[in-house]
């Protein structure tokens, strides 16, 4: 499926623009930064809940503007941006407050499935549910979106602008794979970092200082991520074009393919995509 990206596909708010987001950490505090910088919605129109008192005194201080309250208060559309065991609690508290009024909830938690969120909200709640990934935190995040039955295209129209103002965002029709999501994208920036941090060690025992290798991988990842997603070449055309045969590159790329990277990498994607369907069986109501 192809990307929807911020710059290419710009969606109007629909319906009420007040939005809580329940939770004000990292990507919760990134969500409310995204939305305000792409003028998406007015610091005003947001209200961020959050308990700790600390989180509360920094969202106010970092985010002129914006509503930050210690309990929820109740708007039309959510976002869940809570820790998976805190779900439950939040949701009830949620659906204590919201009564019999509309609702649409967005979950960005890991893990917790649509079925769940549903019976912990009031009935007749429009539920969707999104994985982004960390680099969303400067807008240059990748998330899976999927939605449940009772969610119309409007709804859909919504979290998708939700999302691009973390980045980009795919919808997909099948909430099973969003576990293949966090095992690529979600899992996806740590293998990178992970990259980087054996290049930049490599980068010194052959002789480099630490910031001059530093540098020189961050700026060629940096580089080759935007070779992907601006040339509009796909990974094997770009490997091939910086790959002459018998040199340098080449030899490298052996060297990556005898020690089995293409085993590890996908090893590691499923594997990491395993734990996430683990995660929601632990986690998972229980039947009364």
Known sequence: MAWVWQLQCILPFMGNRNLSIIGGGRLGSALVKGLIDQGFLEPGEIFVVEKDEYRLTVLKEEIPGINVVPTY?????????????QAEEACK???KIQGD??????????????SAIETWLPIGAKVLRAMPNTPALLGEGA??????ESC???DIAW?????LALGGVVFLEDESLLDAVTGLSGSGPAYVFLLAQYMIESGVELGLDEAAATKLVCRTILGAGRMLVETGQNANELREMVTSPGGTTASGIEF????????LVKGAIE??????VEMWEEMKPTAN
């Open 271 to 276: 594997t990491a995509s395993r734990r996430s």
């Open 159 to 163: 979290a998708k602008e939700v999302l």
């Open 152 to 154: 119309g295209g409007e």
């Open 73 to 85: 208060i109740g708007t039309e559309s959510v976002i869940l941006a809570v820790k998976p065991f």
């Open 256 to 263: 990556l393919d005898q020690g089995g990277l293409k085993i």
């Open 101 to 114: 009024l509309p609702l649409r909830v967005l979950s960005v938690m890991a893990a917790i499935h649509i």
């Open 143 to 148: 998330a899976g979106l999927v939605a449940s």
């Open 93 to 95: 508290s949620l659906a």
